[in-house]
Every structure is written in structure tokens, then in C-alpha cells.
């Protein structure tokens, strides 16, 4: 593939598709649920992760340029504003910034493109918390 037909596609069809980014959520789920690293952001869940994966994997397929459905099916929707009432801080977003970025390091994604697929997620995750603490 040239770099031409690489700059037409979309992120999501760089990463993979729907299955790599499902692959790219279950890890972070899971990492999230099974270590203490993660422990103040898992106490901001609910018990049950389903709805979470399924959620959060429709998200990343349109916010990567893929199927829209994430979007369709929370008109008006953004992430700063579904986060608003949780009470994220600098540690919380740390520590989903860095769940995040090991998932998508531990996927077929390729290196360069998960950095900064990573790095934007970083930013978003980082601004909840910049907005939390101007909000307080």
C-alpha cells in the first residue's frame, strides 16, 4: 500500500476495523478490573463492565472514522459532557490514560499509529480532568 492510499483510509481501517478495536477494549477492561494500579478508576464503574466495553468500543469505531453507529445512538453526545458527573481526577485520568495505552501496545495495531492513537486519547482523558478540577 503507498502513502497515498494510507492517507485515504481511515484510522479505524489502519487499526484493523471493529475487531481490533473490540480487542483493544477487552484489554483495557481487563487490565482496568484485574490490577491495583487501576483501582481508583475501576471504583468509578459500575460492577458490571458489559455495557462499558460495548460502549466505549462503538465510540472508538466512529471516533477512528468507522461506523457511526456510537454517535447515532447518543445525539448531541460528547465525551466531556457523559463524563461531567464523574469525579475524575489527574490520578483517575492517569491512570486510564496509561490502561489505555498498554491496550493498544498489546494489539496488532502498528506502533507509530497506536502512540498516537494513545496520545489523543491521553489528551481527552486529561482534559475530563482539567474540566473536574475547574468545576470543583
Known sequence: MTAAEQKQQAPYDLVGGAVV???????FYDLMDQEDAYRELRALHAPELGPMRVS????????LGGPRDWFDDHPGVCMMSAH?????????????CD??????????VDPALGVKM?????????G???RAASAA
Not at 464523574?86 to 485520568?93: K, M, N, R
Open 99 to 108: 490502561a489505555m495505552r498498554r491496550a493498544i501496545a498489546d494489539s496488532t
Open 21 to 27: 478495536v473490540r480487542n483493544i477494549v477487552d484489554r
Open 84 to 96: 461531567a458527573r464523574l469525579p475524575i481526577t489527574g490520578e483517575t485520568a492517569d491512570q486510564w
Open 118 to 126: 494513545a496520545e489523543a486519547l491521553s489528551n481527552m482523558a486529561q
Open 56 to 63: 466505549l468500543a462503538g465510540f472508538l469505531n466512529a471516533w
Open 128 to 130: 475530563m480532568a482539567a
